[in-house]
Nanobody, 124 residues
Framework: QVQLVESGGGLVQAGGSLRLSCAAS????????MGWFRQAPGKERDFVAA????????AYADSVKGRFTISGDNTKNTVYLQMNSLKPEDTAVYYC?????????????????WGQGTQVTVSS
């Protein structure tokens, strides 16, 4: 079992930055692929970014590429999502997810474990 707890959300003006954190407990997240997803009101949960620690590969949604960065600290069992140049359309609840096995995927249904989510609101 893996427990995930997100933090770091909040209200920020367009052009600003936030860093989300996802603390994992239960098992070391280096044995999992980790992803970030987001869900705006009335919309589906969309892929944002993912990283495979064992393979060393990373993927981003086109909408965030060049603005968001996923990273992790194995010593703290924590994965981060640095979000820069935020836009109002980035407003959503952001979820951290873990998937058993070394490879990430972009489909939310493939992830076994989820955090509770953290709200990010970007004002114009």
């Amino acid at each position: 079992q893996v427990q995930l707890v997100e933090s770091g959300g909040g209200l920020v003006q367009a052009g600003g930055s936030l860093r989300l954190s996802c603390a994992a407990s239960g098992r070391t997240f280096s044995n999992y692929a980790m992803g970030w997803f987001r869900q705006a009101p009335g919309k589906e949960r969309d892929f944002v970014a993912a990283h495979s620690w064992s393979v060393g590969s990373t993927a981003y949604a086109d909408s965030v590429k060049g603005r968001f960065t996923i990273s992790g600290d194995n010593t703290k069992n924590t994965v981060y999502l640095q979000m820069n140049s935020l836009k109002p359309e980035d407003t959503a609840v952001y979820y951290c997810a873990a998937r058993s096995g070394p490879y990430y995927v972009r489909q939310a249904t493939a992830y076994n474990y989820w955090g509770q989510g953290t709200q990010v609101t970007v004002s114009s």
